[in-house]
């Protein structure tokens, strides 16, 4: 049996998305920044495109710009955020995605910014009192943080963290990757100056993402050398990606209510199905907690073992595609720097299960033993 169970890494395309893209791959081919015929009708496409992302999210379509994918949209917004506004203080987590993390890291490191961590909480939430203090004594600041977390699932309240960040008058990003086209997105309301999709994390294609950008929020380029995006990205529309995206994002926000509940049944019937079957786990982070985590997520912590490094081969070689790994060791530079933030034994295993529309209970169940297997074999 073949297994796929890293869909936090990359969703497989949804049929209906691949048909929305074909006629851009093969008859509609002009470049839309021609002015004949051809140019304009795949022009057309594109604003609809953008409009109708635009009408799920409820922004509006000057609010929405087309990127390569999630990991440029987090550059461009902290960079070009910080350039425009003059900002000379960030706040991020220990375990942002490293889209993030790193970025502003290199901004530091430069002497552009200084950059603080929020403190996190015992199972790797953001400590809003800390936020709000470290807001009150650094003016001009950027917060950069996630709305979940892509290895452990928890979900901050970006709701709260915007309504602080307004009131210290602070720049708000968050990287919204992991959720967009899993949870409602309401721009309209949401207390948030931009955020980030990538379209390969929703059943669209890889190769293409979206920022937005509060129309009362003042970003400036990334890339240059074009006039495409509104002057805001410069190089040609990657045609076929936007219709897909803008299509998967239709399906997702149809179907979301059904999907949620079948895929938080498969996580649900994994963690009653290890706790069964092996003595000892648990999990990493809120991962099991429904209500404060990603419904697509679980991150598994196992046994001690000196096996542990075998799990993944091993379960790569029974047909099951996951990922995982143990926190940083002291002094390693190898290692899931989530875990190591949140003070993981690098001594335990880890395994990060990530579900989809298209997984089956009949998957969960031979996944579920293929990890009992392993550790009665290694505690033989």
């Known amino acids: 049996m073949k297994v796929y169970l890293d869909n936090a890494a990359t969703t497989p395309i949804d049929p209906e998305v691949l048909d929305a893209m074909l006629p851009f791959l093969k008859g509609n081919y002009g470049n839309p920044s021609s002015v004949h015929s051809h140019g304009r009708e795949v022009r057309s496409a594109i604003e609809y495109a953008r409009k109708n992302v635009a009408k799920l999210l409820n922004a509006t379509p000057g609010e929405i710009f087309f990127t390569s994918g999630g ?13 425009t506004h003059g900002l000379t203080h960030a706040i991020t987590s220990t375990i942002e995605h490293k889209a993030v993390l790193q970025t502003l890291q290199n901004l530091e490191s430069l002497g552009k910014i200084k950059l603080s961590y929020v403190k ?12 709000e203090e470290l807001l009150a004594n650094n003016e001009q600041s950027l917060v950069s943080l996630m709305h979940a977390n ?3 699932g928890n979900i901050n309240d970006i709701e709260e963290i915007g309504i602080i960040c307004k009131k210290h ?6 990287d919204t990757v992991q959720t967009m086209g899993h949870y409602v997105h309401d721009l309209s ?3 948030v100056d931009c955020i980030t999709g990538a379209a390969h994390k929703f059943h669209g294609p890889k190769g293409i993402g979206f920022m937005y950008i509060n129309k009362k929020t003042k970003v400036g380029p990334f890339i240059l050398g074009g006039a495409q995006e509104r002057s805001m990205r410069g190089g040609t529309e990657n045609v076929h990606g936007i219709i897909g995206l803008s299509k998967a994002l239709e399906i997702a926000y149809r179907d979301m209510e059904e999907h949620h509940n079948y895929i938080q049944g498969l996580k649900d019937r994994m963690i009653a199905n290890l706790r069964e079957k092996i003595s000892g786990v648990s999990f990493n982070g809120d991962s099991a907690n429904a209500d ?3 419904y697509t997520v679980l991150n598994v912590c196992l046994p001690e073992s000196a096996d542990n490094d075998m799990l993944l081969f091993t379960l790569d070689i029974n047909g099951i595609s996951a990922s995982g790994g143990s926190a940083c060791s002291s002094g390693a530079s190898t290692g899931s720097h989530v875990l190591t933030g949140i003070n993981s034994n690098p001594k335990r295993g880890a395994v990060r299960f990530s579900f989809s529309k298209f997984n089956t209970p009949e998957e969960i169940d031979y996944a579920a033993d293929k990890v009992a297997e392993f550790y009665k074999e290694v505690t033989v």
């Open 71 to 83: 990991t440029e949209a987090d550059n461009a917004l902290i960079c070009s955020g910080i350039e």
């Open 120 to 131: 996190l909480d015992e199972k790797g939430h953001a400590d809003l009192n800390h936020l």
């Open 150 to 152: 892509n290895e452990i």
């Open 169 to 174: 008058k602070a720049v708000f990003h968050s």
């Open 189 to 191: 309301s949401l207390t």
């Open 292 to 294: 404060k985590s990603l």
